[in-house]
């Protein structure tokens, strides 16, 4: 605990805005959760994450059925389905730290007074229709234009249709594909500018992680939590590392 603690204080004290490459290639997996305090898309582990000035910190969203985009990893929390319920019911949930769950504003309003490098990575969860995902995908869009944050906000998703909204609605913007199936080329067409693959898809086919970065787009690689699978894919040369325990894969890609 105390080797984590002195590597995290390290860290934040390096400066927001003088993180190394190294330090870049990390992205904490619903935020830096798994600390005291804090909880998987809180409002605390958006601001954890941005104190390691890692290269993002990802968050899930849903639209509720009025209209409003709730961060949540899933379809449901204490029994309230997100996609079938009205903001009014949303609300007053409450995440395992004892905060309110936020609706995605509050995390633009955070990145819009952050000074860290960090980007916040929006995943448009899968709807139960494309019509849905890709509502979803563009009011994601227009909020992030709406609170001025383009530049630090990245996208992802399981749903080809809300990646096409995003690309359609924002042709600026960086967007990764999840659900493995599609290979570089096949994206690239598409105007998507990443691959964003569980790590059993990229040791199925390590071939388009080179493929990827020859049509210069990004690789990322998830859930990666043991020092052994962080090496193995800081080894292969993927560019982003989406990982539960951002410290162990700093102090790895750092080394």
Same mark, same amino acid.
């Given at each position: ?10 860290? /934040? ?5 003088? /993180? ?17 305090? #804090?909880?998987?898309? #809180?409002?605390?582990? $958006?601001?954890? /994450? ?38 009014? %019911? ?12 936020? %609706? ?5 309003? *955070? ?7 960090? @980007?916040?990575?929006?995943?448009? @969860? ?9 509502? /979803? ?6 909020? =992030?234009?709406?609170?001025? =944050?383009?530049? @630090? ?5 399981? #749903?080809?249709?809300?990646? @096409?909204?995003? =690309? ?7 967007? +990764? ?10 994206? &690239? ?5 990443? *691959?964003?693959? &569980? ?12 493929? +990827? &970065? ?6 990322? =690689? ?24 951002? $410290? ?8």
């Amino acid at each position: 605990m105390r080797k984590q603690f002195l590597l995290f204080l390290f860290i /934040a004290l390096a400066g927001m805005g003088s /993180a190394v490459h190294a330090q870049e290639r990390v992205i904490a997996h619903r935020g830096y959760w798994d600390t005291p305090g #804090s909880a998987q898309n #809180s409002q605390t582990s $958006l601001r954890k /994450a941005l104190a390691l000035s890692i290269y993002g910190s990802e968050t899930d969203i849903w639209l509720t059925k009025d209209g409003h985009l709730m961060v949540n990893h899933d379809p449901q929390r204490n029994g309230v389905t997100f996609q079938t319920s009205a903001y009014k %019911q949303c609300k007053k949930l409450k995440l395992e730290n004892g905060e309110r769950i936020s %609706q995605l504003k509050d995390f633009l309003k *955070i990145m819009r007074k952050s000074k860290s490098c960090t @980007k916040l990575i929006i995943e448009v @969860k899968p709807h139960a229709t494309a019509l849905q995902s890709r509502a /979803a995908a563009q009011l994601a869009v227009k909020q =992030v234009r709406k609170y001025g =944050v383009q530049d @630090k906000v990245e996208y992802i998703s399981f #749903s080809l249709d809300a990646c @096409k909204e995003i =690309v359609a609605d924002d042709p600026g913007a960086k967007v +990764a594909y999840l659900n493995g199936e599609l290979s570089p080329e096949q994206l &690239h067409a598409m105007g998507i500018t990443g *691959i964003d693959y &569980h790590m059993n898809v990229l040791r199925k086919h390590p071939e388009w992680i080179g493929q +990827a &970065h020859k049509l210069g787009m990004t690789t990322n =690689v998830w859930t990666v939590n043991s020092r052994k699978d962080i090496k193995e894919f800081a080894k292969d040369g993927v560019d982003y590392i989406t990982t539960n325990k951002p $410290l162990d894969a700093i102090d790895i890609t750092r080394k």
